[in-house]
């Protein structure tokens, strides 16, 4: 099975693509740096809870929706 | 609302209460330093994916359920 960031990172991207914007619009709704969430969404990043948490608001999916079938 | 820390760590506590085992034992199981669990616990620690994934291993719960209703 592929790596769990690897997973997450891919999982980022679906839903962020089914939002239909862009990485530096998701790095601002998730008010994180914009140069973070390349490195999210190709699995180099070990993201932590918190994190996960701004990511969930901006996507707008519970946190447990972001891991589900991961 | 409670920070996401402290959420998830009584989601752990939960889950490895309803197991019967010590914070000692879900260490051995998720193969993290024994001194991990009481910081996770207590809503200390900034918990990353990897050991998400280590903990819903060793607590037989998926990665999605760990963070359900949070």
Redesign the interface.
Known sequence: MED??VR?GKKVRELRLLKEISQEKLAELADLDRTYIPGIESGKR?????V??KLSIALEVN????????
């Open positions: 769990i960031k997450f070990n993201v932590s809870i918190t996960m948490e946190l447990s929706d972001l891991l589900k079938n991961l």
